[in-house]
């Protein structure tokens, strides 16, 4: 029983990153209708940019903030150069240049840092908690809960502040938002903006217990997608919540039922299956087209 | 990207001149490996066989607007079908090719089934769920009697046949030549009349398709089998020529390489596949001297450039120029 739920819990820790990833691909398919392959290898170039900057000596948390800085502002400016002459054109040419920003981001990243994997620290202490007869890594604990203070703000953002109802607004009608005076343009940035800022997070939580090395995303990304559709790729309480049923789902049937060989195809499998069985998740909404 | 409809340049009878000038190239083609090293005999082979899977991701993605970003797997159960036949049966390498063909013929319409219900951007994501989790299955340890787990299989290079005085890499590259030649002229017939034109109405207009009885369901799943079947058929070309497969070598860049392949020699285009082939091939051995990293970039940077300035690919724009310049002949020309 002790062995499974330090499984359960290895399997929320990971979630959590899942979780992570799958909200900032959430946002940006809530406003643009876009799937961000590069979303992983967003993050791994920005967990690349806090690691120069604690190599070079500076503490943890303000090259923590500094870097979720830069990625916001490389998010925006991916958005408004790279993406937006795209956003009206076929999906082909859309999944094309996301492609070209995932090998562009990668290959940047092995031609800097190279290709050897690096250590990344945590935060967190390094001795483990107890909690009555239980042990759990003070890193696990803290990325779950850095996920959950990073999905609480989020809400609040989205619920009590003007411009969070501006974004979601651009998001549900741009063109009514337009005639009362939304920027839209700048509320999709902004949104990718955040999706950058929101993967650099779950990039700097996730190194330190997979280490760094620009191939690092690509699993987590392909979960990410799992729990995004496991939610319902509209709705990021239920992308949250997919991310960490996929982290569970995955951890316990690696360690009884799969082994850990076969965890991918598990990913593929969900997503397959999810697709097919319920394309619109748990708790999306079901979208009906007019022919 | 919605490109030319290209089918009038396949469909229009090559004239005379178009005739000669073909027999020339296929002769230039053929005295090639007399030319050059062993070394660039066996890279002009891989051009053939990338031709061949790019042709066959064309048909899919270019052809039916099904996109695929995970064409890879295809072409690792090629490989691994010929290279599995070769070492635990013994199966002679040409007896291996059409046998991978049909292996990926079945496995493609299979994932094509499930594929119908998705669409655009959905289909994207299960095929890139499939590219990234390949690798892994082919590790996985209860196949590692046939797949040879991390460490693959190698296989040996099959000597020329019937004493021809020519060597192994020379002889690759004829029976590799013969069978993209096959291919080719297989994919031209089949995309050139009426399955071609239901491919491409369904990509274009999904439903006017559909009511002109079209069965969209068929063509689809179809049009994936037969993509798998031709990836799978370079799969096992290749295999052959490299003598060696490991799964680490079919991961997620190698379905993505192929995607490079097929945006910059020109989408729905015949000919696409061979220049889209020539550059994979080529451009990351110059680029290699730069940086490990190089080729990645330069492939990042083209495709995201050819979207935006060249949509049509190579292909395309060689038939824009060709067009100019029979106009500026002053004569009739066809496009």
């Not at chain 1, 003007?162 to 902004?190: D, K």
């Not at chain 2, 090639?32 to 891989?46: A, D, G, R």
Request: charged share 10%.
């Amino acid at each position: 029983m002790d062995a499974f739920l330090n499984q359960v819990f290895a399997g929320l820790a990971t979630g959590g990153i899942y979780a992570s990833v799958a909200l900032a691909l959430v946002m940006i398919y809530q406003a643009t209708h876009q799937v961000n392959f590069a979303q992983g290898e967003i993050a791994m170039f920005s967990t690349y940019i806090a690691w120069t900057m604690i190599d070079a000596g500076m503490p943890y948390w303000p090259a923590f903030f500094l870097t979720i800085a830069i990625a916001f502002v490389l998010g925006v400016l991916i958005e408004r150069v790279i993406v937006r002459p795209v956003e009206q054109a076929p999906v082909l040419s859309v999944v094309v240049v996301f492609i070209g920003l995932l090998v562009i981001f990668n290959s940047l990243a092995g031609w800097i840092y190279t290709y050897t994997i690096k250590v990344f620290p945590s935060p967190f202490p390094k001795e483990p908690l107890h909690v009555g007869d239980h042990f759990f890594s003070a890193h696990q604990l803290g990325a779950v809960g850095v996920t959950l203070v990073v999905l609480a703000l989020l809400y609040a953002f989205f619920r009590y502040t003007p411009l969070g109802l501006a974004m979601r607004a651009a998001a549900q009608n741009p063109t009514s938002s337009r005639l009362v005076g939304i920027r839209v343009g700048w509320m999709l940035a902004l949104g990718w903006g955040l999706a950058a800022a929101i993967g650099a997070i779950a990039g700097m939580m996730v190194a330190p217990t997979v280490y760094l090395d620009p191939n690092m995303m690509s699993g987590i990304l392909l979960y990410a997608f799992a729990a995004a559709l496991v939610g319902g790729i509209d709705n990021p309480g239920g992308a949250v919540l997919g991310g960490f049923m996929v982290g569970v789902l995955e951890n316990l049937l690696g360690a009884y039922v799969i082994g850990n060989e076969l965890k991918l195809a598990f990913a593929l499998v969900l997503i397959v299956g999810v697709l097919v069985v319920r394309p619109s998740g748990l708790f999306g909404r079901v979208h009906v087209t007019r022919v | 990207m919605t490109p030319a409809s290209p089918l009038t340049a396949a469909s229009a009878a090559p004239g005379k001149s178009r005739r000669i000038a073909l027999a020339v190239l296929l002769l230039a083609i053929c005295a090639l490996p007399f030319l050059v090293t062993n070394y660039h005999t066996f890279q002009l082979t891989m051009v053939l066989v990338y031709a061949i899977a790019l042709l066959g991701l064309n048909i899919l993605t270019g052809y039916n607007g099904q996109i695929s970003l995970g064409h890879g797997a295809f072409y690792a159960i090629g490989a691994y079908v010929a290279a599995i036949l070769m070492d635990k049966w013994g199966v002679p390498y040409w007896a291996t090719v059409p046998v991978a063909g049909l292996v990926c013929l079945a496995a493609g319409f299979l994932f094509g089934l499930p594929a119908l219900r998705l669409e655009g951007l959905y289909l994207a994501l299960a095929t890139f769920a499939l590219g990234v989790s390949m690798p892994q299955l082919l590790k996985y340890k209860h196949l590692e009697y046939w797949t040879g787990g991390v460490q693959g299989i190698v296989i040996m290079k099959p000597d020329p046949p019937f004493g021809l005085p020519i060597n192994q890499d020379q002889w690759l590259y004829y029976f590799t030549l013969a069978i993209a030649l096959v291919m080719f002229l297989l994919g031209w017939n089949l995309l050139r009349g009426r399955v071609g034109r239901s491919l491409i109405a369904i990509r274009d207009q999904p439903i006017a398709a559909e009511a002109m009885g079209v069965n969209n369901s068929l063509y689809k799943s179809l049009a994936f089998g037969v993509s798998a079947m031709y990836t799978g058929v370079a799969g096992a070309l290749g295999a052959i020529a490299v003598q060696f497969v490991a799964p680490d070598s079919f991961n997620i860049f190698l379905s993505i390489t192929f995607l490079v392949g097929i945006v910059i020699g020109g989408l729905a285009s015949i000919p696409g596949a061979i220049y889209g082939a020539i550059f994979i091939q080529f451009v990351p051995n110059i680029a290699d001297q730069i940086s490990k990293a190089a080729p990645w970039a330069i492939y990042g940077v083209f495709m995201i450039g050819f979207v935006y300035l060249m949509p049509v690919g190579v292909a395309g724009a060689i038939r824009i120029a060709w067009a100019r310049i029979r106009r500026g002949s002053g004569r009739n020309g066809q496009q």
